[in-house]
């Protein structure tokens, strides 16, 4: 009884240990208390202006190990858009840029992923922005892990890339009232399921 | 500025100076004895210097029209010069004319307010709308047809040139959109090149043609202004929004009966006096409501 015991045992082991090693790609999903979207874009070819989006939400699928089963499936609320003046979010949220009312959320979802360096990736996907879908290629970072206070594993990802806001059909106050290139910087902090 | 010197010119002066120029060509006003009937031009011609404005300050349409509601304004505006044109070659009845223009209007309004519902606005509400907006399209055709029907020339231009721009304004300062105040400018811009086109020769006829056409997009580019702002629509922007849609209902002092006896001129001017002098009254409104936020933007800055 003991020794077929143990040989069920250590066959449930050892598959344990096939499959685990078999599923590395974990499923996150972003935390958007602790996840960010920073833009900035000039203004008046002045100073510059910036802004922030709530968010993103959304599930990731990292693989350290084989990137190409890496995952990104992100969106962010348009309507969180804040640039600390009410009267130009307002702006900002109406038909001459982000049509919050139209498109409310702008997303994100990967196609391919290429390692690129130890902690970093060539994330490329379609952006979705006011129903305009173009394809991006971004540098993303994995910038680290560590244990949340209930025990969880956390992961955070980041990338910096700009974007023509013409592509996306935003072409109301023409440079140099408001820049064409935007610069969006995304941090993201995923909880590991 | 909100607009480049191009996108003026190309989007507002270049479509207005087509309609001029082909409408001089087309009508040739100083030939007076030998005017032919050519409204039938005006509907398309409208329609097309429309498009070349929605080009420079919209996103390109495509096709079908789904992927931006935006796209619908292009689209209706070409059905709008097509109508204009049936109506000018073919003649049909009235009943008839206000029938087909009603099923594309409702339909257009459909479309423009379908990303809206159920998520801002629940389906009795947006047929609530639709029947409204509908009644306040068939006003303001009834009200410009009649006024280009009896008074060939430039009268019907400049109170469409009135009324697109007080649009503008409302648009640009209550709404703050700034694509469809230029809309609404391209659309000033064409009713001026027709006011000059009506100065010229009082005998070009702009019923069944530019004034049509003209009221169908006006009328669209303003619903979808309304529905698709973000800025809080307080009582004050609701109402100056209401006066503008009924602004045309003033016309029909002329068909009171101590006005009937007057002489054609004199019943014209108490038919155009109102109108004006209520979009007058909300272009102002509106402009010292802008300027009295304007003041306040830098002290909520600061804070």
Redesign the interface.
């Known amino acids: 009884m003991n020794r077929s015991f143990s040989l069920f045992g250590g066959l449930a082991l050892a598959m344990s240990l096939v499959l685990s090693t078999a599923a590395r790609a974990d499923d996150y999903k972003s935390d958007p208390v602790h996840s960010f979207v920073v833009f900035d874009v000039h203004h008046l070819n002045a100073g510059f202006v910036y802004g922030t989006f709530v968010g993103p939400t959304g599930d990731i699928t990292y693989d350290p190990d084989d990137l190409s089963k890496t995952k990104f499936d992100l969106s962010v609320d348009t309507d969180s858009i804040d640039t600390r003046n009410e009267n130009r979010n307002k702006d900002l949220k109406g038909p001459d840029f982000f049509d919050a009312k139209q498109y409310p959320t702008l997303t994100f979802k990967s196609t391919s992923v290429k390692k690129t360096g130890d902690n970093t990736m060539d994330v490329t996907g379609d952006l979705t922005v006011r129903g305009q879908t173009k394809s991006v290629t971004v540098s993303m970072e994995m910038t680290g892990t560590g244990t949340g206070m209930r025990g969880e594993t956390r992961t955070g990802f980041q990338t910096s890339f700009t974007i023509d806001r013409r592509d996306y059909g935003m072409t109301a106050d023409p440079e140099p009232v408001i820049g064409n290139t935007i610069h969006i910087i995304v941090a993201i902090e995923a909880i590991k399921q | 500025?909100?607009?480049?010197a191009s996108?003026i010119l190309t989007g507002m002066v270049l479509p207005a100076a087509l309609l001029g120029i082909i409408g001089l060509l087309v009508w040739r006003p100083w030939k007076r004895d030998a005017v032919k009937d050519f409204r039938w031009i005006f509907g398309p011609l409208t329609a097309g210097a429309f498009g070349i404005a929605y080009w420079t300050?919209?996103?390109k349409p495509g096709w079908p029209p789904i992927?931006?509601?935006?796209y619908l304004l292009f689209y209706f505006a070409l059905v709008a010069g097509i109508l204009s044109l049936a109506d000018a070659i073919l003649k049909p009845p009235l009943w008839l004319r206000a029938g087909v223009l009603l099923l594309a209007w409702r339909l257009a309004v459909r479309l423009l307010l379908a990303?809206?519902v159920p998520?801002?606005i629940s389906e009795t509400s947006a047929e609530l709308w639709i029947d409204f907006l509908s009644a306040a399209v068939l006003t303001w055709w009834l009200t410009f047809e009649n006024f280009a029907e009896r008074a060939p020339g430039v009268t019907t231009p400049l109170l469409l040139a009135a009324v697109a721009g007080v649009s503008m304004i409302l648009l640009l300062m209550d709404?703050?959109?700034?694509?469809?105040g230029a809309l609404a400018g391209g659309l000033t811009g064409l009713s001026i090149a027709a006011a000059v086109l009506g100065f010229c020769n009082s005998r070009i006829a702009f019923s069944r043609g530019l004034a049509q056409t003209v009221v169908l997009i006006l009328l669209l580019v303003l619903v979808?202004?309304y529905?698709?702002?973000?800025?809080?629509l307080t009582p004050g922007r609701e109402i100056r929004a209401g006066i503008l849609l009924a602004t045309p209902l003033l016309a029909f002092s002329g068909d009171l009966a101590p006005v009937r006896r007057l002489r054609p001129p004199l019943r014209l001017a108490v038919r155009a006096i109102p109108v004006v002098l209520a979009l007058a009254f909300v272009a102002v409104w509106a402009a010292r409501e802008y300027a009295r936020?304007d003041q306040a933007?830098p002290a909520?800055?600061d804070e």
Do not use: C, K
């Open positions: 500025m909100p607009f480049t996108q300050f919209e996103p992927g931006n509601v935006v990303s809206q998520r801002n709404l703050h959109i700034q694509s469809s979808h202004g529905f698709y702002t973000d800025d809080d936020a933007a909520m800055q």
